[in-house]
């Protein structure tokens, strides 16, 4: 079952311009995850908010979480075409290690 | 840095045969994953383990079964191939914090 659903499904931007992807989720999590995967690559991690958190920055990434509508955005700033990869959130229920994830975004940054 | 390599990039096989995708971690990681990825379904969890000959379902097993005989190597065995098992599958490693490094992936196409 898909505990997390990114939106949009696809997004296609000018270089210099801001990404925002977003995740929603169904059950209560004990923490998120943002990964990046190049196109018939394996996964990268990015960015890991804990449930006690709201925000969390990574260089140009900025992740919110807002547990009460249980979903979060992932914001990408001044996008360089090297950002173009498929998106994905992960949520952890258990705090074991064991992650469900999203559909993902495919990312589209133009030169 | 993690490392998380799996034996194959690209595999063709056909309806019947058995297939042994292999995973080695050399992070001294407790835990491991094998997930599937098809288009418009994400990745979808197969099998984990937490530890040495320990093994748990995870969404979708059926059609496969796992081996995990050293902490460093976790198997995903077809018993018997089919064409819907064709697939990306992904190897991923963690402790519990929650965050997961994987592999390449491995693309099965069966015949």
């Known amino acids: 079952s898909q505990q997390g659903e990114e939106d949009p499904q696809a997004l296609s931007i000018q270089e210099g311009e801001n990404a925002t992807m977003n995740c929603s989720y169904k059950?209560?999590?004990?923490?998120l995850q943002w990964y990046r995967q190049n196109s018939g690559r394996g996964l990268v991690h990015l960015i890991l908010?804990?449930?006690?958190?709201r925000e969390k920055h990574s260089g140009r990434l900025r992740v919110t979480l807002d547990t009460s509508k249980k979903s979060s955005s992932l914001l990408i700033t001044a996008s360089r075409a090297a950002d173009t990869a498929s998106y994905f959130c992960?949520?952890?229920?258990?705090?074991?290690?064991?992650?469900?994830f999203g559909d993902g975004t495919t990312l589209t940054v133009k030169p | 840095d993690v490392k998380v390599t799996q034996s194959s990039r690209y595999l063709v096989k056909r309806t019947g045969e058995k297939v042994f995708l292999e995973c080695v971690q050399d992070?001294?990681?407790?835990?491991m994953f094998w997930y599937r990825q098809d288009p418009g379904l994400g990745l979808r969890l197969i099998y984990f383990?937490?530890?040495?000959?320990?093994?748990e379902k995870g969404d979708i097993p059926e059609g496969y079964s796992v081996s995990r005989e050293k902490k460093e190597r976790f198997s995903l065995i077809l018993e018997s191939a089919s064409t819907n098992q064709t697939s990306m599958y992904l190897c991923?490693?963690?402790?519990?914090?929650?965050?997961?490094?994987f592999g390449e992936g491995s693309r099965l196409t069966v015949l």
């Open positions: 059950t209560s999590i004990n923490n």
């Open positions: 992070m001294d990681h407790e835990n």
């Open positions: 383990s937490y530890d040495v000959k320990m093994k």
């Open positions: 991923a490693t963690n402790i519990n914090t929650g965050e997961l490094f």
């Open positions: 992960a949520t952890d229920v258990t705090n074991a290690g064991k992650s469900t």
């Open positions: 908010i804990r449930s006690n958190e």
